[in-house]
Nanobody, 118 residues
Framework: VQLQASGGGLVQPGESLRLSCAAS????????MGWHRQAPGKQRELVAE???????QYADSVKGRFEITRNGSKNAVDLHMNNLKPDDTAVFYC?????????????WGLGTLVTVSS
């Protein structure tokens, strides 16, 4: 399975950005798909995650500003980020995890940099 992410870039505070991630070479519907981020000098943290039933969780710091959506049939997920703040500056990573029978999986995409600066 390969996770291909896109959409990072440089934006000003208050602006919006959308990140997209699609999984290839996977016929099984991935159980959980989400986004994590790692800011300079900080640990990687969960930003948002959605399961194949549509259940969603967000980090407290992004609630009300970010929205995660999923196209389950295509194993693709988008992160719509609004009202971006300088503290949102980080490398964002797409993640897919779950279990299929006895096989547990946990895939990561290459990071995409989001910079929020005036």
């Amino acid at each position: 399975v390969q996770l291909q992410a896109s959409g990072g870039g440089l934006v000003q505070p208050g602006e919006s950005l959308r990140l997209s991630c699609a999984a290839s070479k996977m016929t099984h519907t991935l159980e959980y798909m989400g986004w994590h981020r790692q800011a300079p000098g900080k640990q990687r943290e969960l930003v948002a995650e959605i399961d194949n039933l549509g259940n969603i969780q967000y980090a407290d710091s992004v609630k009300g500003r970010f929205e995660i959506t999923r196209n389950g049939s295509k194993n693709a997920v988008d992160l719509h980020m609004n009202n971006l703040k300088p503290d949102d500056t980080a490398v964002f990573y797409c993640n897919a995890r779950g279990q299929l029978n006895s096989w547990k999986y946990d895939f990561w995409g290459l990071g995409t940099l989001v910079t929020v600066s005036s």
